[in-house]
Structure formats: structure tokens, C-alpha cells
């Protein structure tokens, strides 16, 4: 699909919990080939200093309603004026933006691990990997109960852990404390993760010693999201990358962690 | 219909909007949203004689109305830019400028020189003005000495179209303006971003990994018109003006205040179709003006 | 308790935050809002020897998160501050510090001679970065003999703190930072406003009556940090950071960058209660870093 | 009543016409001595590069409600985001400011001239002059009779005239081309207006000539609105003063028109 700057139309926007919101944007245009790991670039309006787009990875697609969904976590300012969009307005992006992780192959057992707003990518991977549920294990970490999204709809897809920091939901402690990562790694052909950038490095060194296929998905600060300002690289093996072109995902083979 | 064409030195542009060096890459990463035979020119990145891997990351800071960058002129250099960018990029119906840099200025006029070459490449913008790397770069855009140095140096081996880039953070740009032009300079560009610096008050660290970037984005709007008048003033040669261009607005005021032609550079970050929406706002304020030719715009300043 | 004080020279502030020259009259036109008493300090109007009518309205342009003005230091003359103004502030329990401004060096030391007598001011601003006049003003704060020149004078006739203020209109604020430390001068504040100037593109004319006018508001703030980072690095004495502060955030990055204090300005216009905020938000920020002294704070910026 | 920066509460935002709005303000302190002349200084919330608050005049004030209303007609961004906040909302202002005209003598026969949104510190004086309505002329400009707004409320106050450039209602022509002005001016002891620059130099010349009694109220660009920033001056005959603190209004003979 070429890049675009769209007009989208908010047709829903719900509070899951505290700090995040799934937003559904109508899109003017068909949406086609959209794939987990890609995103959106938010024009963010009529907020006092806000100058530059906000970055939102795709959650979900429906290709036949022409939708898209977005997990927003308040983060900031932008992030926080966005979740109070209301239903009806219309919401300008750049869209679709970045590469997609790798999909699968029919016999990979693949691990997927979200933290914070890095769960949506995983979410979207789940659903469209193609595999069975039992060869999909999606590990999804927060601080507490309450900071863990419903993810009942994506359920089907997979088999679900979860971590909380304080104990309150599965396991206590971050998603590389869980036994699935600690003791069950091996059973993985392939991980996929998106999150905080500690999380990602502790679970991309694993995955480098243990000689696992591995991608994450990055979330450097950006100015643009289309590759011209130059803003977002990532140091990688091969030098300077833009995490919004030649990413957001990356092979942890390829960084330089 | 208007006539939005205007001359930079021997050089015709359909229109006075272009792309600014370091915002549209070299014009392919923009062409999803933008026909780029529409602009009247695009200034390509900022190329050096070798491969640069720029700063290191975080490059960026967004502040009140604009940014800071620090990107430090990451490019692959000039054998990558002749061998696999040029070819691509050629063929397209607009003047393509080179931005070009240097530590030295045996750089700059080795740079040259490889792009003189360049058939489809009728223009340089000569970069005295990068606040982002150690050697060079805007060193040599703050003193008069330095810029009309390096000017010399390349006029003696480049006969197309000589654009110098200046640096708004110095005293007086109207001197350095004068300096260039009595080298012979065939016009000049402005503004550069101007020296800013983000701090971080939690971690009490800078933002960016340089410490200091270049402010660019509507809040130096002000100071760019100023500069571009007191240019204007100054010199013979046509001026270029850019800095905090968002709409067609401010593309006019630049052009009444001066300006030959506009460069649009943040504003493609926010929206990369800006530059013909800019180029229709004009056509617009020209017919609502009755304006035949955009050329009654440039300097029509009344004080 | 966490302890705000802070020493310019030998001038003990009870905080960091004051108001800043021309943003706050004379205090008395904001005492409705702001209890003054606690101000670190508050510097007044511009003064000058005689009288001044300023120049001609419009002196306002709204700009992309700031503004341009161009008042021309409209005052009424150093003798009805004395006569009128100063019996009515002198017991205001804050220091009240004057913005001292000439045309010619004789004019700043007539003026400081006179103030000198004044028992309640401790300290005078030396203004020599005022870009709205058109003699002498700014002149003085661009090039480093002539800054060097009115600090030497103006020195040997004024005894108590003499702060310089400093224009950001140059190519090294350091370095006119450094030549005025060389003269004796006791502490720099800076920014003053940078020169810009808007252009109303339907009428085809400069919004501003002097067509160019100072720059000021969160636009400016990452210049003004910028050069409070290279002044603090540059030189011994304490210095004042000011240019678009809005709130605590804002006092607290100039202050990690090196201000020992912080003037608000243009913010005022918007809310004049917000020195009591940013006090109130660096006593929080510092009970939640643990912060002792808020000179712990000042230039700590880890690079 | 000291100045103070007013955090209002929105009861009311009511369109009259195309580009006017009335809105109704409600005070956590109370409202007292305000007259008509005065106005506020309010912040635009949440609106992109506006920087500046916008001064409004007083349209009116109820002492026992601690209610205010103001009359927005839309001109640029700040006018526009201002008439699209909604009920319940929170404004910030800063109040009051200014200088109220002269209230007229038991004896006095006036004239209130309007135009544009300056007939709202008209509309207000009518009410609040304290004269018997025989003695209270309202003359009201405006481009169209759609332009007019709806002044029944104050009706009683006084006798209305209208003028309209296309004829659409009342007179056509100018203000200054209505009967009351060009024939029955020596009628008044006192003319009060306020509206369009041109609009008002015109009358306050003429009040100049006739030796008539004549206050104006300016509406010079400002950025702070009480007296700190010297932006606003006017230049009068005793030199350069501030709209905002010494005006909004003033007598035409201190004027240099
Ligand atoms: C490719 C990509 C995909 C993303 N996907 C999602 C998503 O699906 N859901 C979601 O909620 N968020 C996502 N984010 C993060 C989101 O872009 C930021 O949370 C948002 O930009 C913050 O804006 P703000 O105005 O709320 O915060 P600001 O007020 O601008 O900043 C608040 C704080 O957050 C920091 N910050 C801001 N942006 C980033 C960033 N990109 N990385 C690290 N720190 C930052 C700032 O430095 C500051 O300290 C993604 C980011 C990228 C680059
Ligand atoms: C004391 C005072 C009382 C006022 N009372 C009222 C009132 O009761 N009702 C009302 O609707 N308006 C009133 N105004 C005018 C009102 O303040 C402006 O219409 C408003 O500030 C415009 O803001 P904006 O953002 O909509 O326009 P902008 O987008 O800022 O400007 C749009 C255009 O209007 C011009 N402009 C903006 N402000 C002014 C001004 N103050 N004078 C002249 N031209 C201006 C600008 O130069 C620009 O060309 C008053 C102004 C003053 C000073
Ligand atoms: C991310 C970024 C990269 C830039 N790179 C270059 C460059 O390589 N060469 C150059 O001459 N100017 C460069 N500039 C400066 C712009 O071309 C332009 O002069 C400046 O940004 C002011 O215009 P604007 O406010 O419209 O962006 C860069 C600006 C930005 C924001
Ligand atoms: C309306 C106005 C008037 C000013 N007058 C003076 C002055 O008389 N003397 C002076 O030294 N600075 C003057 N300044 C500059 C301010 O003191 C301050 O240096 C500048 O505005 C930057 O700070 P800010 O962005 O917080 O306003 C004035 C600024 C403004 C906006
Ligand atoms: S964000 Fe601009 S290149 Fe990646
Ligand atoms: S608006 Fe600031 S003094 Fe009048």
C-alpha cells in the first residue's frame, strides 16, 4: 500500500483500563497489506505545543470494513489528548508506515512477548501468524492486574501468560521471570517482542546465547516516520538505521545489543 | 492563470517552492505523497565526500512550535549518491540541487567538482551553515574570512549555479550574505537551523546526544523573515528563504519580505504534501490579488 | 525544608525566580496577582536618563508560540523613578534590581550615579542588548570592545551588583560574556529578546511599527538554554537564564544548564502569578529528587 | 475588584447570529464594580499556536448569579476556538481590566453608538446608565441585518436605530449616516461608541466639532491587558498611553484624531 496522509474517521474509542484506549479509525481508502509491526503516524490537534506526529502501531485491521484499531497508553501529552478524541472526529495520519515482523512459517512454535503498548503488535501477530493456537504462546507482561488489557477477543489465537510486578496477575515479576521464558525457551523456533527497551534487550540477549530467531520491535523517538529526517536511527551491526524505514522490527542479530 | 515561474540566477523554476536540504531525503522517501515534478526544485540531503554515519542517537527534541536535530549529515557519500541515487533520481522534472559539505575546503571543492559532472544537477547549495558536526560546517559560515574562502575555492571550479546555505547564528547575515555574494555567489539560501539545546530536568541530562542541535519549525518564523529582509537589502543576487514555512502564508510573507523562492523543510515531517498546497495557496492569493506574476511578489515589502 | 536560596554576587535571594525587565512594570501593576515579597527579585522597566515616548503602535506580533515586540523602552526617565516610583516600591521586602539603558556610554554612567544613591537598589541590570532603538541599545551588546567599553565605565562609578545583560543577536555569547567579566561585571543575564520580525502578507506591510522588532516566549527557550550552557561554561560568575520560561520545568532545565537564577517574562502576560508557581514547583521537584540546596542544582547537567 | 486570573466556568455559549456568540461566564469570587468599558482577558485553551490570551469587553454582569457575559464575534483562530467551547467547560480569564466610560449624569440625553462586537459595552451601558429610556439613544451598525444581533433584552433600556450597508434593516449607509447622527446629533450631551476604528474616528471627530462630549473605547492589540508590557499605547495628545490600563476608553479630546 503507498503511504498516505489520511484523514481517518474515529468511529470508537474505548477505555480498556487507566491508561489505555483502543481507538477505531475508518479509513477513506482501502486498507490492504498491512502486517504486525507496522504503523501509523498521528497528527495529534488543538493541543497547546504539540508540533510533531505521535507514532501508534497497528492493533488490528479489518480489510473488508476498511478499519484500523489502536492501543493508546498515556504516556505524555499527545498520547493523553489523543485518548480523548470523541467518536466522529476526524483523525489525520500518515499511514501505513515501517516493515512488518516476519511471519512465521507453517511449522515454527513461536513465542510472542509484549510489555506496555508493545503488547498491540503482538496482538495483531497472533491473530494473522496463520499458525494453531498451540503453536503460538503470547507472554504479555505489566505492573499489576489493573494495568493488563482484556485480551479476550485474541484469545482463540493462542495461549496466553501473563506477569505482574507486584503479583497480582500470573506470574509475579517482569515476562523474563516466567517459567515459559526461563525454562520453556527451547521449545521456540521463533520470538517476537515489543516493549520497553530493557525488556527488549534482556529478552534479545537471550535470544542471541540461545541461537533463537528473534525480532524486535523498536520505538526510537521519530520525527517523521518515512525515513527523511534521519531522526530515529538505531546503531546496528551494519551502522546508522532508520527504525522507521528499515524498521520498526529488527533481527537482535542485526543490533548491537 | 498566474505565472508562478521566477529565476534563480540562469536557473528556471515553474514555481518558487522547494524542498528543503535534510527533510525530503533525496526526494524518492516523499514520492508516495507528493509529485515531485510539481516542486519548482528539491534540495536533496546533505552529501559529503564520504560515507557518514552522523550522531548518535537521540538525534531529536521537539520543543514549542519546532525541533531540535542533531542528525549530523548522515549520508553514504558522493560515489554512492553518483552510482546508485543519481541514476534513479535523474530523470525527474524538477532541478534537483545538491546540498554539499565539508570539513575542509578541499572537501567542498573535491565535492564540487564530482558534481559538476552531474549533467542533470544544474545547481549546489554550498552548507557553511550544519551546526551539527565538529569540523567545518557552519565554522566556516560564521566569519566572513572563512565563507568567502571556501566560496572562492569552489566558484573557481563550478560554473552552474553557486547557492551558499548561511548560518542565522551569527551577528550579522547581511555581511556574510555580501562576503559570499562578492565571491560570487549566485544566490544565497537562509536560514540553517539555529543553535538550540534541550535538557532533560529528571535525568538532568541533555536530550540530545550532542548536547546541542538545530532549532527548526515555525518559532524561528520570526527570525528567518528578519534575516531574509536584511539579506534582501544587502545583496544583488536572489535570495532563497526557508525556516518555519507551514502553509502558503508564510511562504508569501518570505516572498514579500524578500525571497526569490521558499524552501519547505519541518514542515514535511507534519505533512509531506504541504509544498502543493503551498503552491496552490499562492496561485490563490495571486488571483485574489489580481497578481499576474509572482515576480511583483518577491521584495514587496511596503515600510 | 528544602533550601531555595541563592547569592548573585554578594546578593542574597530568597529564591532563584525573579521577573524580568519590561514583563513586570514596575511591580506595582502586578501586585494585584503575585504577593512580591516572594520574588527572589524583580527587575523594572527599562530606564533611561530622560523621558522616552518608545516608538510608534503597533509594538505587538503574536508569533508560533511567542511573541515580537518592539516597545523602544517607553519610560518616563530616571527622575520620576527616583521622584515617584521608587518611595513607592523601596520597602517591597524583594530586591529590586533596575534596567539601565543609554544611548551613549555617558548615558549609563549619568544614570548609574544615579542610582547608586538609591539605599534599595542593590543592583542594576546594565541593558546593553535592547534590539527596539535606535541608538545605542543593542549596539553596544554585539561586539565585544564596545560591551567591554560601557561595563568599564559604568564599573567605575557603580559599587554594588551589576549584572550585564546580554544580547543572544551575536555569532559567541561567550564571548561577550568573558569581555565583560574582564570589565568587573559581577554577573550576566541573558537572553534578551532576539531580533525577528513578522509581515502581514495581505497588506503587504510589516506588522510592527519599526518593522523588526525582539523575539520572545517558549520559541526562544531552546536558544536561551543554549547560550546560558556556553556563558556558564565560559565564565566565573554567577548567571541569570531567562528566554521563554513558562514554568518550573522551564526554570529547572536553565538552572541544570547553568543559571544560578531564572527570570520570568513574557509568561507573566499570560498568567503573572506563575513566579509563585515555578517556586512552588522547584521546592516539589526538589523534595522529590531529594535535593538539599538549590545550588545543588545549578549547572549539574551530566553530558 | 482586584485583578485576579479567574478560573470561569461556561453556563452558556449561544450562537446569536453567524459569526456572534454569547457567552455566559460563572465566577467563583464575586463580581462587583464592574462597568460597562471593562473587559477580560482570556486564555484560548487547547488551540494550536495561539500564544496570547484575547481581551473581550463586558457584555454584561449579574451581581447576585456572579455571572458574566461576553459577546465573541468570530474574526480569527483565538475568536473561533472560543465560540466552539462548550458549557461545562472551565475558561481562565484575567479580571476585570480596564476603565469603564463615564456614567452619564441624571441630566444627560446620550447617544450609544455600536458596531460589529462593539456593541456589547454599548448594550451594557443602556442598562446600567441609570437614565430614563427617553433619554438613552442606541444606534447599532452592522454590514447586513443578519449581521444584527438580537438586542430585545435590552430594548426597554432605551430607543434603538439600526443601519445596515445593504439596507436589509433600518438605515443604509454607516452609522454615521443615520438621522440621529447627521440631524439630531445636538440633541445629545453625551456620545458614547465603540466599534470599527473608522467608525469611531468618524463620530468622534464630528463630536470634536459640535463640542460635544465624547467617549471611545479602543481595541489596540494587546498583549498582556493590565499594563505591564506597554504594547497596547495609544498616542494621545500627553504622549503614549496604555489602552489597556489608562483606556480601553477614552475622551476624543485627549485623542489625536
Ligand atoms: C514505531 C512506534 C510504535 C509505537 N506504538 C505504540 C502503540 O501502539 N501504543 C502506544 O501507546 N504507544 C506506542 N508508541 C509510543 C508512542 O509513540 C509514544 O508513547 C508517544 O509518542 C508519546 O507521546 P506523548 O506526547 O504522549 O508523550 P510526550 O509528552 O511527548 O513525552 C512523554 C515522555 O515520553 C517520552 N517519549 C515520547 N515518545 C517516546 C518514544 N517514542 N519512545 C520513548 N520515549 C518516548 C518522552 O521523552 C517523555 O519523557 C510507539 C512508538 C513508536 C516509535
Ligand atoms: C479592549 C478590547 C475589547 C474587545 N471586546 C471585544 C468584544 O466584546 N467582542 C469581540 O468579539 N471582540 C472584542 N475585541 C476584539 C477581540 O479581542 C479580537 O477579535 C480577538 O482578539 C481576535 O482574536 P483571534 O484569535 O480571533 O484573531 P487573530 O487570528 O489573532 O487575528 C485575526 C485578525 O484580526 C486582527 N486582530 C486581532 N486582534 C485584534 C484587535 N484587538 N484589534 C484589531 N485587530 C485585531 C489580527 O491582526 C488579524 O488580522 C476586543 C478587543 C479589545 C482590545
Ligand atoms: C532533520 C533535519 C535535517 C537537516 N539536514 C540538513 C542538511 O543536511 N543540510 C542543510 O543544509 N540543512 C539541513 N537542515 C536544515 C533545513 O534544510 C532548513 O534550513 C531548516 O530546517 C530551517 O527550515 P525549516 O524550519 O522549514 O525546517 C536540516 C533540518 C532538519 C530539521
Ligand atoms: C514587551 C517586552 C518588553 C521588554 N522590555 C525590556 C526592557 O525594557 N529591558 C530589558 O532588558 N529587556 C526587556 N525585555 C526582554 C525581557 O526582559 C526578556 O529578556 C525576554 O523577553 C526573554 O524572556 P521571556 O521569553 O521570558 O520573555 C522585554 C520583553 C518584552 C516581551
Ligand atoms: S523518523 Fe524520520 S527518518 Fe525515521
Ligand atoms: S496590553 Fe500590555 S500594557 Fe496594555
Redesign the pocket.
Known amino acids: 500500500m503507498k503511504k498516505t496522509v489520511i484523514d481517518f474517521l474515529l468511529l470508537d474509542n474505548k477505555q480498556l483500563n487507566k491508561d ?1 484506549f483502543q481507538l477505531t479509525l475508518q479509513s477513506p481508502l482501502p486498507v490492504s497489506d498491512i502486517f504486525p509491526g507496522q ?1 501509523i503516524n498521528v497528527e ?1 490537534k488543538e493541543a497547546t505545543e ?1 508540533f510533531l506526529r ?6 488490528d485491521v479489518d480489510y473488508e470494513k476498511q478499519t484500523i484499531a ?13 485518548t480523548e478524541a470523541r467518536p466522529g472526529q476526524t483523525i489525520s495520519a500518515i499511514f501505513p ?2 516493515k512488518s515482523f516476519t511471519l512465521p512459517d507453517q511449522n515454527d512454535r513461536v513465542l510472542l512477548i509484549g510489555g ?3 503488547v ?2 503482538m496482538l495483531f501477530l497472533s491473530k494473522i501468524c496463520g499458525l494453531k493456537p498451540e503453536n503460538v504462546t503470547v507472554l504479555i507482561g505489566a505492573r499489576s492486574a489493573s494495568d493488563h488489557i482484556d485480551v479476550t477477543a485474541y484469545q482463540s489465537y493462542g495461549q496466553f501468560y501473563y506477569t505482574t510486578e507486584d503479583g497480582s496477575l500470573g506470574e509475579k515479576g517482569y515476562v523474563t521471570n516466567h517459567p515459559v521464558f526461563t525454562e520453556k525457551l527451547n521449545q521456540y523456533t521463533k520470538i517476537y517482542t ?1 516493549g520497553p ?1 530493557l525488556m527488549m534487550k534482556a529478552i534479545g540477549r537471550k535470544a542471541i546465547d540461545t541461537n533463537i530467531f528473534c525480532e524486535v ?6 520525527a517523521c ?1 518515512f525515513g527523511v529526517c534521519l531522526c ?1 536511527v538505531e546503531d546496528t551491526k551494519t551502522g546508522h538505521k532508520c ?2 524505514t528499515d ?2 522490527v529488527f533481527n537482535v542479530n542485526d543490533l548491537k545489543w | 492563470m498566474v505565472n508562478l515561474g521566477i529565476k534563480i540566477h540562469n536557473l528556471d523554476l515553474k514555481n518558487p517552492v522547494m524542498t528543503a536540504s535534510g527533510t525530503c531525503g533525496f526526494g524518492e522517501e516523499i514520492a508516495d505523497f507528493l509529485d515531485l515534478s510539481l516542486l519548482g526544485g528539491m534540495v536533496v540531503k546533505g552529501t559529503t565526500l564520504k560515507h557518514r554515519e552522523g550522531n548518535a542517537y537521540p538525534r531529536m527534541a ?1 520543543t514549542p512550535s519546532g525541533m531540535l536535530n542533531a542528525v549530523g549529515l548522515q549520508n553514504k557519500g558522493i560515489d554512492n549518491f553518483i552510482s546508485n541515487i543519481y541514476p534513479r533520481i535523474k530523470d525527474l522534472d524538477t532541478h534537483i540541487i545538491v546540498n554539499v559539505n565539508g570539513s575542509t575546503i578541499e572537501d567542498y571543492v573535491a565535492l564540487t567538482e564530482r558534481l559538476n559532472e552531474l549533467d542533470r544537477i544544474p545547481a549546489i547549495e554550498l552548507n557553511i551553515s550544519c551546526p551539527n558536526v565538529k569540523e567545518g560546517g557552519m565554522a566556516f559560515g560564521i566569519s566572513c574570512p572563512s565563507a568567502e574562502a571556501v566560496v572562492k575555492a569552489v566558484r573557481k571550479v563550478y560554473g552552474k549555479t553557486l547557492i551558499v546555505k548561511l548560518s542565522p547564528n551569527v551577528t550579522s547575515i547581511a555581511e556574510i550574505a555580501k562576503a559570499v555574494e562578492g565571491q560570487g555567489a549566485d544566490s544565497v539560501s537562509l536560514i540553517n537551523t539555529l543553535l538550540g539545546m534541550a535538557v ?1 530536568a ?1 535525568t538532568r541530562k541533555p ?1 540530545l546526544s550532542t548536547i546541542t542541535g538545530g532549532l527548526s519549525g515555525p518559532a524561528i518564523k520570526p527570525i528567518a523573515l528578519r534575516m531574509v529582509w536584511q539579506v534582501y537589502n544587502a545583496v544583488k543576487i536572489p535570495v532563497i528563504g526557508m525556516g518555519g514555512i507551514m502553509n502558503a502564508t508564510d511562504a508569501l510573507e518570505f516572498m514579500i519580505a524578500g525571497a526569490s523562492a521558499i524552501q519547505v523543510g519541518t514542515a514535511l515531517f507534519i505533512d509531506p504534501t504541504i509544498p502543493v498546497k503551498i503552491i496552490d495557496g499562492i496561485s490563490e492569493y495571486m488571483e485574489r490579488h489580481k497578481i499576474q506574476s509572482v515576480n511583483e511578489i518577491i521584495g514587496s515589502l511596503q515600510c
Chains 1, 4 share one sequence.
Request: charged fraction near 20%; proline fraction near 6%.
Open positions: 489505555n504503523f495529534i504539540i505521535r507514532p501508534f502501531s497497528i492493533l489502536l492501543l493508546v497508553k498515556i504516556l505524555g501529552r499527545g498520547s493523553k489528548k489523543l508506515l515501517g506496555g503498548s508493545g498491540a503488535p515489543c527497551d520491535s523498536l520505538e526510537n523517538m521519530m516516520g530515529c527504525v522507521c524498521g520498526p | 521537539e532533560n529528571e536530550v
